[in-house]
């Protein structure tokens, strides 16, 4: 017999009293069941909501710059200010403590305001100073400037410049670029940049080049008068540059066919003749040359005064 049949015929002969009991406590177990899952998944929202915002109102302590501090510039204390503020709003790689950051040199600026973080400040295994300005295999070399070629002291610290060589003088004047897009490093002593000044005129730039353009710089530091433009900071085209000796006019090449010419048009220089040969001496291109016949000598008398004349044997 099939067993939900045999099932079927067990309940129906339960009482109906006895079965509506049964079915109201199924129901009751059920509901009891189901409010304590419900009550479980609620205390466990409510702890992740409270432990979340929790985490939103903690409070963590953060260095905030006081004021604008220029790349490459030593950070001092009074730039500095720590702050407590929500933990969500500290990046991962802030310092905690202005004491770690003062003394540091700034990587890049860091504007009033910010929060600074490892990334803006210079390893500490970096160097600092004046060397910290070249690049890797680069080398600094200065060179002298007046007010009207070095653009009337607007050149600071970190500008980019090209560098023009001027020879010749009057109608025979002739300029060209013979550096394209190089950073200053320094303007006369200064090798900082300072936010807010004004021109200051100096007498000389130092720019950061390769060995291979510091030479060609030399150059024309010797050949030339060199004079500097002033590029925007974001401009870095380049700019087509010479070697300042291709500015000097050549002089022309000698003709050498005309030289050689010359040369064979010249008699050749007379050979020495042996005077022991009492044979002619032939050289050539200048036919025979006769030996010369030996001299006899004549005594001439007057009075006790004797004097020796020298003569060719006829």
């Given amino acids: ?18 079965l509506l009991s049964a079915i109201i406590g199924l129901a009751g177990v059920t509901a009891y069941m189901v409010n304590a899952h419900l009550e479980d998944t609620k205390k466990v929202n409510e702890a992740a909501q409270n432990e979340l915002r929790d985490r939103l109102n903690e409070k963590g302590k953060a260095v905030f710059a006081l004021r604008d501090i220029p790349e490459g510039q030593t950070i001092p204390s009074d730039a500095l200010e720590e702050r407590m503020i929500a933990k969500t709003q500290i990046p991962t790689d802030s310092v905690p403590s202005a004491s770690l950051v003062c003394g540091r040199v700034a990587h890049y600026n860091i504007l009033a305001g910010e929060i600074v973080s490892q990334h803006a400040l210079i390893s500490q295994n970096t160097p600092v100073g004046f060397e910290a300005q070249l690049g890797l295999g680069q080398r600094a070399i200065t060179f002298g400037v007046d007010n009207n070629s070095g653009v009337a002291g607007f050149i600071v610290p970190q500008s980019h410049i090209d560098i023009l060589a001027t020879v010749g003088g009057a109608g025979d004047t002739k300029v060209a670029p013979i550096l394209s ?5 320094a303007v006369g002593p200064t090798y900082q940049k300072v936010p807010g000044t004004s021109n200051t005129p100096t007498s000389n730039v130092t720019v950061a080049v390769d060995p291979d353009d510091a030479k060609k710089l030399v150059k024309a530091i010797v050949a030339s008068k060199l004079y500097v433009t002033l590029r925007r900071d974001n401009d870095h085209s380049p700019v087509a540059t010479v070697d300042v000796t291709s500015l000097f006019s050549k002089a022309p090449a000698a003709n050498k066919e005309q030289l050689l010419s010359s040369i064979n048009q010249l008699p050749p220089p007379p050979l020495p003749v042996d005077a022991k040969s009492d044979k002619d001496t ?20 007057s009075g006790s005064r004797k004097d020796l004349l020298s003569v060719p044997n006829s």
């Fill in 1 to 18: 017999m099939n067993p939900l049949r045999i099932l079927f015929l067990n309940i129906s002969r339960i009482p109906p009293a006895i």
């Fill in 282 to 301: 032939l050289v050539p291109n200048l036919g025979t040359v006769p030996t010369p016949k030996p001299l006899s000598e004549v005594e001439m008398w």
């Fill in 181 to 185: 897009d190089v950073k200053v490093i």
